[in-house]
């Protein structure tokens, strides 16, 4: 099966996502380096092991389309095609970054891409994406909204408030829950009463689905279904990624509670971006030399951005006191 879907995608697209997911992987290793040098202050949290869910569901939109998502953000971005060079500054807290430096790791936006943010308070994401939604709906455009979500989020119950008004109204959601099977370090067997999160919009009437979360062509397949299905007007869409991280829950997080043993099989069994590389190379859809190629672009590019945030300035005292309000004219 994985053979016939990579003979259907085609060479150009199946190399696109293995270097979107490798941009990912290496920015992402990049960004831990630059932590542990003290470059990178307060919350981290890297997205490695995850790549294929947002390479797999980007691949799925058109231009218009929205993404929303909590605070592991940093491969949402990246994906969405926000700058190397504008995330790693943010993420440094240089004014040349997305927010110029005053959002940092969990908290940058883009309008131009349609990326409204990382967002730190667990959950608080969901309402919003279905209130992108509903103005998507309001306004009479076709565009639909991606609202990404952790296993731990997905007990909150603004999640469930959210889910109500979204198939109340048929809104062109599709609620994706990254379930990375620990949420900050808990798992899920141990913190969800029903433990298959992909029924939980049952209730609502939301169809939902259990997704491969390791296969950027499995994510993509289902992502192409949930989002048709909320484009044409039939409602929101519920996917639950099987997905897995290798680091900690952030950067401060040594991740005791689960073995080496384990991370180390999922790493040699079931990474995203080795077994997209197999898939490739077996149907004979490129050679070694054009991943060489891609390796050494990515480098260049995540090492261009790491000495670009070095290099930018930090934000002057005075944007303490831009984008705190709005100004309107009252009459």
Not at 22 to 40: K, N, S, V
Not at 51 to 63: D, P, R
Not at 143 to 165: I, K
Not at 321 to 326: G, N, S
Request: glycine letters at 12%.
């Amino acid at each position: 099966m994985p053979d016939q879907a990579a003979a259907a995608i085609g060479k150009t697209d199946l190399l696109r996502f293995y270097r979107d997911m490798l941009l990912i992987r290496r920015f992402e290793e990049r960004a831990g380096q630059l932590y542990g040098m003290g470059l990178i202050a307060g919350f981290c949290h890297l997205y490695i092991g995850q790549e294929a869910v947002v390479v797999g569901m980007q691949a799925c939109l058109v231009e218009g389309d929205q993404v929303i998502t909590g605070y592991r953000d940093h491969g949402h971005m990246l994906a969405c095609g926000m700058e190397s060079r504008g995330v790693m500054a943010e993420l440094t807290g240089r004014a040349g970054g997305y927010s110029r430096g005053k959002g940092g790791s969990m908290h940058m936006f883009s309008r131009e891409k349609n990326f409204f943010g990382g967002h730190g308070i667990v959950g608080a994401q969901v309402p919003i994406g279905a209130g992108l939604a509903f103005a998507n709906a309001y306004l009479g455009k076709k565009n639909v909204s991606l609202a990404y979500f952790g296993d731990g989020a997905a007990n909150q119950g603004q999640v469930y408030e959210a889910f109500n008004m979204a198939a109340l109204w048929k809104l062109p959601v599709v609620f994706i829950i990254e379930n990375n099977q620990y949420a900050m370090g808990t798992s899920v067997a141990r913190a969800s009463a029903e433990t298959h999160l992909h029924r939980r919009g049952s209730g609502f009437g939301i169809p939902g689905v259990e997704v491969d979360g390791m296969s950027v062509l499995a994510v993509r397949e289902a992502g192409a279904k949930a989002v048709a299905h909320a484009r044409n007007g039939e409602g929101p869409v519920l996917l639950e990624m099987k997905t897995y991280r290798y680091r900690g829950h952030s950067m401060s997080d040594p991740a005791k509670y689960r073995t080496r043993e384990e991370v180390d099989a999922m790493r040699e069994q079931h990474d995203p971006i080795e077994m997209l590389r197999n898939i490739i190379l077996d149907g004979g859809h490129a050679s070694e030399d054009e991943f060489k190629a891609i390796d050494r672009e990515i480098k260049d590019i995540v090492a261009d951005a790491a000495q670009f945030a070095q290099d930018s300035p930090e934000p002057d005292p005075a944007e303490l006191w831009t984008d705190v309000l709005i100004e309107t004219d009252a009459r």
